[in-house]
């Protein structure tokens, strides 16, 4: 893209330091440089900064100066304007099942980026698969609908469900036991699931210059709606932002995970995580939808303005909140609630001890990102996850409902229209347990030491 392009672009989703102040819709334009939440930790702060320095160039190079190309994908040629129902095989085989998916593509009439979303790397998540399959069925997609190819620029691919034989299953892995979101870029000639990211990752990944992979907590826990993204990757730190919600986690995922290899071959990835494993949360899919929306606007893809949160908490680290006895658990402070130092979280009562009962309590104030679901407990499971708000507390509490929980937003129709300026950066610092937000969880597959959601 060119400078200006790259400009405008930041300028509509780029962060800037927050004012009380109601400014008014057309006020001038500014081209500020992107800053940074200052009470993020300054060694994460000055790596996000240096990331932030280099061009936000992506690896794939196009420009709106010149007309619009057929588009080609899977061997196919897309015309400009055109919606396909392409079918892509899992793996290249002559006999034997293929496993084939289905990969909508929708090619517009004027250059853009290319966009590819994800769901269902994970066969039980099914929140990024109802996300997606509503996107690309007959409410959103076609002629005068959000999703117009004839109005698009760019083009966007989305593939509902991409662990087909998992999601068959109702499971997590691939066949072969191993999780695909852990063997990218793949290999040509290794096992099964290696194979397929190999495939996924050489026709799907590499021609895409952004990529939102839609994903939902591991059994016996849930999210509230979050992103996740390596922030010191200049193109996914701006579309974290234009995602539109309050949660984004500064990580860089896991070793193998789509989102940590297209990030080094500087491609942009954002991971969305909302709801449980096996469930439909029809707010963390109401959530997803949002916020591929706004990404698509603040891309200028799609014609409307982005909605932005009330703020937004950039967090580099999160706490434990753990049992200290065994039992059965009862969850008293949901995902999503803002806690005191010293509440009471949950009770663990003994089945074989009826007379009595555990009480665990909060270590510190702030927003339960996740808690568990599973009612079986030992001493030393974590029940809950909590970023430990110190700055801007009466700004979250603002945004609670009458329980008590953090109101996403997405979740309540679209939000007041704000400028990113009025957007309130609040850092929580602190460090991620075993490398990554989920790791303390422990995993449900004894061969996989590091099970994370994501
Ligand atoms: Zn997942």
């Known amino acids: 893209m060119t400078d200006t392009e790259e400009e ?22 500014r081209f500020g440089p992107l800053k940074v939440a200052n009470q993020i930790p300054k060694s994460r702060r000055l790596e996000i900064e240096k ?57 517009g009439v004027r250059p853009g980026p290319v966009v590819t979303l994800l769901g269902g790397i994970h066969g039980d998540e099914l929140v990024g698969p109802l996300a997606l399959t509503y996107l690309s069925g007959p409410n959103f997609l076609g002629e005068g609908n959000a999703l117009d190819p004839s109005i698009l620029s760019g083009t966007i691919r989305i593939v509902s469900i991409v662990n087909l034989p998992g999601y068959r299953r109702q499971s997590r892995y691939f066949p072969d036991g191993r999780d695909l979101n852990r063997f990218f870029p793949g290999v040509l000639d290794s096992n099964t699931t290696s194979r397929v990211a190999h495939r996924i990752w050489s026709n799907i990944i590499t021609g895409s210059d952004y990529i939102i992979d839609l994903h939902a907590a591991a059994k016996g826990r849930t999210n509230i709606p979050q992103i996740r993204v390596n922030l010191a990757h200049s193109p996914s730190n701006l579309t974290a932002r234009s995602f539109g919600i309050e949660t984004i986690l500064d990580t860089q995922g896991p070793r193998g995970s789509l ?16 709801g449980g494993s096996d469930e439909a949360d029809p707010e963390s899919v109401q959530v997803a939808m949002y916020g591929i929306l706004n990404v698509l606007r603040s891309l200028r893809m799609i014609p409307g303005y982005p909605s932005r949160p009330r703020f937004r908490l950039l967090a580099t680290g999160s706490d434990w909140i753990r049992s200290d006895q065994g039992g059965l658990l009862d969850v008293l402070a ?13 009770t663990v009562t003994d089945p074989q001890n009826p007379s009595q009962s555990h009480e665990i309590i909060s270590p510190k104030q702030g927003l339960l990102i996740s808690t568990a679901t599973s009612p079986f ?36 129709g679209d939000p007041p229209w704000r400028e990113d300026d009025e957007v309130e950066d609040i850092s929580v610092s602190g460090e991620w347990s075993g490398g990554s937000p989920d790791a303390e969880w422990g995993s449900d597959d004894k061969t996989n030491q590091e099970e994370e959601d994501c």
């Open 377 to 412: 407990v030992t001493s030393g499971t974590p029940i809950g996850n909590l970023l430990s708000v110190k700055r801007g507390v009466n700004t979250l509490i603002e945004r609670l409902d009458d329980e008590g929980c953090l109101i996403i937003s997405g979740s309540d």
């Open 259 to 274: 989102r940590r290899t297209a990030n080094k071959e500087n491609i942009a990835c954002i991971t969305y995580e909302g």
């Open 8 to 29: 405008n672009i930041v300028d509509s989703i780029a962060p800037k330091e927050s004012t009380n102040k109601i400014v008014p819709r057309l006020k001038k334009r």
């Open 51 to 107: 990331g932030l320095e280099k061009s936000s160039q992506l690896k794939n190079k196009w420009t709106r100066k010149v007309g619009v190309k057929t588009h080609s994908f899977l061997r196919k040629r897309i015309k400009p304007g055109e919606i396909r129902n392409l079918t892509f095989n899992l793996l290249d085989v002559k006999i034997g099942d293929s496993w084939p998916i289905n990969v909508t593509v929708l090619h």
């Open 334 to 346: 949901p995902a999503g609630s803002y806690v005191e130092e010293g509440e009471i979280v949950a």
